[in-house]
């Protein structure tokens, strides 16, 4: 007697319930967003434009740390290198600051490379130290820079943001001065970015590089194993944080027209409030930074007037996050509920299809 047995038919899903709803939603919001210099104030769009760019900072930092297992302490690095070579590109050359800001990002990425092939010689907390040992001294280098300014540093050139590309045109076209249309071309640029960096995560997470990321992430040899290569995949994600974080920071640098290697260099600016924006968000999600950025700027606001007391309090409640919800304020809610926004855990989804089984003695 022989059978043909039954097959089943299985597909692998990243979808939910409501992912469909939620992109909808996300495109709605993004949309409203990209309206509302046209009816708030500049003083709102600077909040929104520090939230923004504090958002691809974050997502960065979550990209390496949260999907790549790479925990660095010196992405002011590369958030510092890119604003003066943006600088550079101003001063020095006479780009106008859009095309500047390209010029920042590509600076970052070329220091990424010979950065990460010292960093990737080391492991766990020596990689966060030599990431942070890095980022002092490409500091204390561009401190010596006298044609910038050099430990005190400069402002970019009279006219140069008013003169950027697209501000005259937003200038007439809202009826507003200057200095606003710069803001509001600014916030525009940051709110590309942002879209872009989630949108490039969210779509490498999905393919097959971020799940060979993921696998290295878990366990190294594993992944190995079965044909990814963790070096590659890691350089790879390590260059893409670098050239997104250093947009990002030659686009708030141009929003502030001045620099100093002191202020770009920051770690509690560029690297601790990004940590505790993610931290408190949820690490390893691509919601956790947006709740995170949102909680820490609501928090700035609130806690502003208490000089010192505004960073052991930011501490506190990372400390209560970390001990009560571990996976974050968004890891709380969606293991609540259920729900998630972008969706990258993959579903093994499908039902039997049966065949004809047929007997013969």
């Known amino acids: 007697m022989s059978d043909h047995i039954s097959s089943s038919s299985w597909t692998v899903s990243t979808r939910t319930r409501g992912s469909a709803f939620s992109m909808l939603a996300i495109l709605a919001l993004v949309a409203l967003a990209f309206t509302a210099p046209l009816f708030v104030s500049r003083s709102v769009v600077q909040d929104l434009f520090f939230i923004l760019t504090m958002l691809v900072l974050a997502q960065c930092w979550n990209l390496l740390a949260g999907y790549a297992g790479l925990v660095s302490v010196g992405q002011q690095a590369f958030v510092g290198f890119g604003a003066y070579a943006m600088f550079a590109g101003v001063s020095l050359l006479g780009m106008d600051p859009m095309a500047a800001i390209l010029l920042g990002g590509l600076a970052a990425l070329a220091l990424s490379v010979p950065t990460a092939f010292f960093v990737f010689r080391l492991q766990g907390a020596y990689f966060a130290i030599g990431t942070w040992v890095i980022a002092e001294i490409v500091r204390l280098s561009l401190a010596q820079w006298k044609a910038l300014g050099g430990g005190t540093g400069t402002s970019l050139p009279s006219g140069a943001t008013r003169d950027m590309i697209g501000v005259r045109l937003v200038a007439d076209l809202l009826g507003v001065r200057g200095p606003q249309a710069t803001d509001i071309v600014c916030y525009w640029l940051a709110l590309l970015l942002a879209v872009v960096t989630i949108g490039s995560i969210y779509k490498l997470l999905r393919s097959k590089q971020g799940l060979g990321l993921a696998a290295v992430r878990d366990n190294r040899e594993a992944a190995r194993s079965v ?135």
């Open 227 to 361: 044909g990814v290569d963790p070096t590659w995949t890691k350089s790879f994600v390590y260059l893409v944080a670098a050239l997104a974080t250093g947009l990002a920071g030659a686009l708030i640098y141009v929003q502030k027209a001045r620099i100093s290697p002191d202020a770009a260099f920051s770690v509690p600016d560029w690297t601790a409030y990004v940590i505790f924006i993610v931290v408190i968000g949820g690490i390893g999600t691509i919601e956790g930074p947006i709740i995170g950025v949102i909680v820490f700027y609501i928090l700035q606001n609130l806690l502003a007037d208490y000089g010192s007391w505004y960073l052991l309090i930011l501490g506190l409640i990372g400390i209560l996050v970390m001990l009560f919800a571990p996976r974050g304020l968004w890891g709380l809610f969606t293991d609540r509920t259920g729900i998630q926004l972008f969706p990258v855990r993959r579903i093994l989804a499908g039902q039997p299809k049966p065949k004809d089984i047929r007997g013969s003695d």
